[in-house]
Nanobody
Framework: QVRLVESGGGLVQPGGSLRLSCAAS????????MGWFRQAPGKEREFVAT????????YYADSVKGRVTISRNNAENTVSLQMNSLKPEDTAVYYC????????????WGQGTQVTVSS
C-alpha cells in the first residue's frame, strides 16, 4: 500500500509560480511511475504530467507543456511539480498518483491540493 500526501497548493496571481510536492510512505517509490492530475470545478479529472519510475522520461499534457516540470527524488520518496506562468485556467485540485511500473492504471491517489490562480 502506498500513501500519498500532496502539499504546496495555494492562491497565486496569473503569471506566478507554485511548486507542488507529493510525499509517499508505505513503499519505496522507485518501482512506481508517478503522475500529477487535476480536476477543475464541473470538469473531469485530467492528466497533467507523468515521470517514469527511474526518472528517465517525462510526459506532459499539451496545456501545460513548457510551463510545468515534473521531477522525483526516489531517495526521499518524493515527487514534485514546478508550475510557472500560471493561468486562471490552471485553477483546480491537483492530485498525485502512483502506478506500478509495469501496470496500466494508477492505483494510489493522494487527497489533493487546491491551486487557485486569480488576481
Amino acid at each position: 500500500q502506498v500513501r500519498l500526501v500532496e502539499s504546496g497548493g495555494g492562491l497565486v496571481q496569473p503569471g506566478g509560480s507554485l511548486r507542488l510536492s507529493c510525499a509517499a510512505s508505505g513503499r519505496a517509490l522507485n518501482i512506481y511511475d508517478m503522475g500529477w492530475f487535476r480536476q477543475a470545478p464541473g470538469k473531469e479529472r485530467e492528466f497533467v504530467a507523468t515521470i517514469i519510475w527511474s526518472g528517465a522520461s517525462t510526459y506532459y499534457a499539451d496545456s501545460v507543456k513548457g510551463r510545468v516540470t515534473i521531477s522525483r527524488n526516489n531517495a526521499e520518496n518524493t515527487v514534485s511539480l514546478q508550475m510557472n506562468s500560471l493561468k486562471p485556467e490552471d485553477t483546480a485540485v491537483y492530485y498525485c498518483a502512483a502506478k506500478w511500473k509495469l501496470g496500466r492504471t494508477y492505483n494510489y491517489w493522494g487527497q489533493g491540493t487546491q491551486v487557485t490562480v486569480s488576481s
